[in-house]
C-alpha cells in the first residue's frame, strides 16, 4: 500500500508541495518537515487531484510554459511491514 505527495518544479527549479488548495516551497527550511506530512493521495485519487494541481500551477505560476508535476510515492506500514511510516495514530 502507498499514498504519492504531488511535487511541482518550478522554472527556477524550486520544489513546491501540493497541499490540496495551493503550493508550499519546499526549499524553506520552515516548510521542509512538510514534505511526505501533508496531503497524501491513494492511487485512485491521484489522476483528480494531479489536474488539480495542474490548475493551480496556471494560475499561481503563469509565466511557467512547461509545467513539471511528480508524484512522489510514500511507503506506508502494513501490519507486517518495517518500512514507511503509519498513516494513523494507534492508541
Do not use: C
Not at 511528480?70 to 492508541?91: A, C, F, L, M, R
Amino acid at each position: 500500500m502507498a499514498d504519492y505527495n504531488i511535487i511541482y518544479t518550478a522554472e527556477d527549479n524550486e520544489d513546491y508541495l501540493w497541499n490540496g488548495n495551493g503550493f508550499d516551497l519546499l526549499g524553506n527550511k520552515d516548510n521542509e518537515k512538510l514534505l511526505f506530512s501533508g496531503n497524501s493521495y491513494s492511487k485512485k485519487d491521484l489522476p483528480g487531484e494531479l489536474q488539480k494541481a495542474r490548475d493551480a500551477v496556471k494560475l499561481s505560476f503563469p509565466t511557467d510554459k512547461h509545467i513539471r508535476l511528480k508524484q512522489v510515492e510514500i511507503p506506508v506500514n502494513s501490519k507486517s511491514d518495517s518500512t514507511g511510516h503509519t498513516p494513523h495514530i494507534i492508541s
